[in-house]
């Protein structure tokens, strides 16, 4: 009898020979300092697998999904369609003006009294005075105004918005192959005060300019191909130069998928001058790519991944990072605790896609997350089941269960859960977990098997699987949808030998 490790940290890309393992909703706690070997020493590994969080509703707000948004306490300052929202904590969202377009993304920046907001479909930039005081009157007055000075841009307007050491940096529209590559400060303190002379050239390499973040003092300058680093000095007339030796070879692949990512640096989507779509971290010192083999190869297989949305938000502890793919129907997210890459689906119309939530953000104290698909805004909630009542369906497919190409028998199966947790009613008081099992390498699936994971308080359920079949390549798919906690703590197979 044998005893092998089943659920591992690959994911199935080139082939399904090579491996067909695959995680939907689900992350791994490793509590050894982060090791990735779960081959523990009776094969029930020192590792957790929990269910994803779920998300609750916080608002509704029409069919128009977020385009861009940004907190500045008390408020959570929102762009959707053409209409520029300002959201209370209780939810209540006051509409205060309109922009140029409908549709496509909205960049914002702020200083603390003014909310910056740049338009790329349009070029055209808005100023929200947060904390505006009239000097007539002394007066506190809110307004919402296009940024009407003719230098702003350059006279061509703006692509991108970054701010820093209380300096707004736009990205300018490209009219020819120079101004591509053109970025611009405002005024000190000031997004409304544009000074025509007051720009440079993002000119290390010739690739265009797409977009700009300031982040841990140093002001990045995203190309297609490249990336440049941008400090301020304090110098006149232009307080900022190129940092010596940082010019980069990677660009940004996706402009919507740099999220800020702690201390760790800006997270992204990237793209070098002759290589794949990769997902990096962007540290002080330089790229660190936290993409591995099979995640690339399966964006490699994207029609696009310009369209990527990403985010960054903690789970007790845990700081991860999603990059959601609407096109192409897809959700990877990155745990930097465990190092391992799982993908997150959402239940929609009775089909299994791509997550709904993209955009996120801490508002007082919560995470809170846009749909891609239409104005609703939700709670990423540890403690919710279900997203927004629509149902989470956690899979796990195993690695290849084989030994020396020998014929096994699979006696049984068993999955040491968090049990006894079902509902006191209706769906999930009765909770279950699924498993189908292949025997041509992850190709097709038997008939599903149920086995029970405890009605509430049943502490003592065993989650076991017996006579499963045989042959040389076993493959395992577990599956759990019930609006209950799922906690995997450990797993052990009975695998016999054919006799040769």
């Known amino acids: 009898m044998s005893n092998p490790q089943i659920f591992g940290v690959a994911n199935r890309a080139r082939s399904l020979a090579v491996t067909a393992q695959y995680r939907a909703n689900v992350f791994y706690d490793f509590p050894i300092a982060g090791a990735q070997d779960r081959d523990g020493p009776n094969a029930r590994a020192p590792v957790s697998i929990f269910g994803r969080p779920g998300l609750r509703l916080f608002g509704n707000y029409g ?15 929102v762009v959707m369609g053409n209409t520029f929202y300002r959201i209370a904590n209780n939810t209540v969202a006051a509409v205060i003006g309109v922009i140029g377009s409908n549709s496509g993304p909205i960049y914002m920046r702020d200083n603390g009294t003014q909310l910056m907001i740049v338009d790329p479909q349009t070029g055209q930039g808005w100023n929200w005075q947060i904390f505006g005081v009239s000097a ?133 989507l990237a793209a070098g001058r002759y290589g794949s779509p990769i997902p990096v ?60 890459w799982c993908e997150y689906t959402s239940f929609l119309n009775g ?43 956690h899979h796990l497919i195993s690695q290849h269960l084989f030994q020396s190409d020998k014929q096994q028998v699979l006696n049984s199966v068993q999955f040491d859960m968090e049990e006894g947790d079902g509902l006191p009613l209706g769906q999930g008081s009765n909770p279950l977990i699924v498993l189908r099992v292949s025997r041509d390498k992850g190709r097709t699936w038997s008939t599903p098997m149920t086995a029970q994971i405890g009605a509430q308080g049943l502490y003592q359920t065993r989650a076991i699987f017996r006579r499963l079949g045989r042959a040389r390549d076993l493959t395992l798919w577990l599956m759990h949808s019930d609006p209950t906690k799922f906690v995997l703590t450990g797993e052990a197979a009975d695998v016999g030998m054919m006799p040769t």
């Open 63 to 77: 069919a128009d999904p977020v385009r861009g948004w940004r907190v500045v306490l008390p408020w959570l300052y």
């Open 136 to 268: 007539a009157t002394g007066q506190a007055q809110d307004t919402f105004a296009l940024i009407a000075d003719p230098d702003f841009g350059l006279g061509f307007g703006a692509t991108h918005v970054g701010y820093l050491n209380n300096f707004f940096v736009i990205g300018v529209r490209g009219a020819n192959p120079l101004t591509t590559q053109v970025f611009q400060i405002s005024d000190v303190g000031d997004c409304t005060g544009w000074n025509a002379a007051q720009f440079d050239l993002a000119d290390s390499d010739s690739d265009a300019l797409i977009a700009v973040a300031g982040y841990q003092n140093i002001m990045r300058l995203f190309g297609t191909r490249t990336t440049e680093s941008w400090s301020d000095v304090g110098a006149a007339p232009f307080p900022f130069n190129r940092m010596p030796a940082t010019s980069m070879g990677y660009g940004c692949a996706a402009v919507n998928s740099i999220a800020e990512f702690g201390d760790m640096g800006l997270a992204m």
């Open 281 to 340: 971290l962007l540290m002080p010192e330089g790229y660190r790519p936290i993409g591995d083999d099979n995640l690339i190869a399966n964006l490699e297989g994207y029609a696009t991944v310009a369209d990527a949305i990403g985010a960054s938000y903690m789970i007790q502890g845990r700081r991860f990072y999603q990059l959601n793919f609407k096109s192409a129907g897809h959700t990877w997210v990155w745990d930097s605790e465990s190092q391992v």
């Open 351 to 393: 089909v299994e896609t791509n997550f709904v939530g993209g955009l996120s953000e801490q508002f007082f104290g919560q995470t809170i997350m846009a749909d891609i698909n239409d104005g609703h805004i939700y709670i990423l909630d540890s403690d919710t089941y279900t997203d927004a009542d629509r149902p989470i369906i």
